[in-house]
């Protein structure tokens, strides 16, 4: 793993270099882990990983979390872990490491308190957005990180293998949600990072989470959940359910859905752009009459965060490449009735697709 991380470090160099910066500033978050292993709290003490493109790297950490620093995988990495106390002025210390700078990245993720302290602690140099320059690093993933994800998406395969067991008419979605977070600790994951349990009128809400809605018989249920692994890569599935037959007209649409997102999967391999994948499910809805009930974009990309590079989505005309990993989810919301959402992680390989959760796609039909 070592040897991952400094070659990521590498690699962050030469993106900064070409993007025409002197150093990256990187502050608590998924990049910060991405490049060193280190996964720090964000804090009102400053941690920083000062990467010039040319020159030392540092990363200047609060003293009481350098012990931390030094476990992790930082610890053995081409960098210089540098402690501050606690009346020095740490962005000031961290700025000192680029006397020579012009121009330089900040993590995406800083905090604006963080950011206006370095806007004011080097006045003569541009600051600009990192999150660019370390998406084009992020979204290729390696041979490792796709095994990572492939590891999370069997363990909420393992999650939504055991939905039946909780999910019935007379419970409330609250209930059976704290059900299914238990289940997703207990499945691999270290974090449960959302669950939505979406049943009735409910699942015509995208993003809905759980509430105090009793589910009743013929009710659909989207569950649509995920977290995050000891590795720091994230799972992401999501499947419909329902308590009981939800009607012709429902199981009829959800065909539908099923054939758009089977359609979207088909159409992953290099070279064929993202917003094509979007096309690929999208007309497959709109054929059915369903088009203006789909209304967010086909997917996003997921690795040390749920949602990252590359958007499935009109507009991006991004060519996928192997490595590239993301979520194809189409859907279909009718206000006040009800929806449904069907969710794989794939992965772009050097001649396909492979899906990287292997649960059935059709309608669960539970008994009441």
Request: glycine share 10%.
């Amino acid at each position: 793993m070592t040897a991952d991380l400094d070659d990521r470090l590498v690699r962050a160099r030469a993106a900064a270099a070409a993007a025409g910066l002197d150093a990256l500033l990187i502050t608590p978050g998924a990049g910060l882990r991405y490049l060193t292993g280190y996964d720090a709290k964000p804090l009102e003490r400053l941690t920083c990983l000062v990467l010039p493109a040319d020159g030392t790297a540092s990363l200047v950490v609060p003293g009481l979390e350098e012990p931390a620093a030094v476990a992790s995988g930082a610890g053995k990495l081409a960098l210089d872990i540098l402690p501050w106390d606690e009346t020095d002025d740490a962005v000031a210390l961290a700025a000192a490491l680029l006397p020579d700078a012009r121009r330089v990245g900040l993590d995406d993720q800083m905090w604006a308190e963080k950011a206006l302290r370095f806007r004011a602690a080097m006045p003569g140099v541009q600051q600009v957005a990192a999150g660019a320059v370390l998406a084009e690093l992020r979204m290729r993933k390696s041979a490792a990180e796709v095994e990572a994800l492939r590891e999370a998406g069997a363990a909420i395969d393992r999650v939504h293998a055991r939905v039946g067991e909780w999910l019935r008419a007379g419970r409330t979605e609250a209930e059976v949600g704290r059900d299914i977070a238990a289940a997703i600790l207990a499945e691999g994951h270290v974090t449960a990072d959302f669950v939505i349990v979406a049943s009735g009128p409910n699942s015509a809400s995208p993003h809905h989470e759980t509430s105090g809605r009793v589910i009743a018989a013929g009710d659909p249920v989207v569950v649509d959940i995920g977290g995050t692994t000891e590795a720091g890569y994230c799972s992401d599935s999501t499947r419909t359910y329902a308590v009981g037959d939800p009607g012709a007209e429902y199981r009829a649409a959800y065909d539908a859905l099923q054939a758009a997102q089977a359609a979207a999967v088909a159409h992953v391999r290099p070279g064929v752009t993202a917003e094509s994948v979007d096309a690929a499910a999208r007309s497959v809805l709109t054929e059915a009459g369903l088009g203006e009930a789909f209304i967010h974009r086909t997917g996003h990309g997921i690795g040390m965060e749920t949602h990252e590079e590359p958007y499935i989505v009109a507009g991006n005309t991004l060519a996928l490449e192997p490595g590239m990993a993301f979520s194809v989810e189409p859907g279909f919301y009718l206000a006040g009735r009800y929806g449904a959402r069907i969710e794989d992680i794939v992965v772009a390989t050097a001649d396909g697709v492979e899906a990287l959760n292997r649960r059935p796609r059709d309608l669960v039909i539970l008994d009441t």
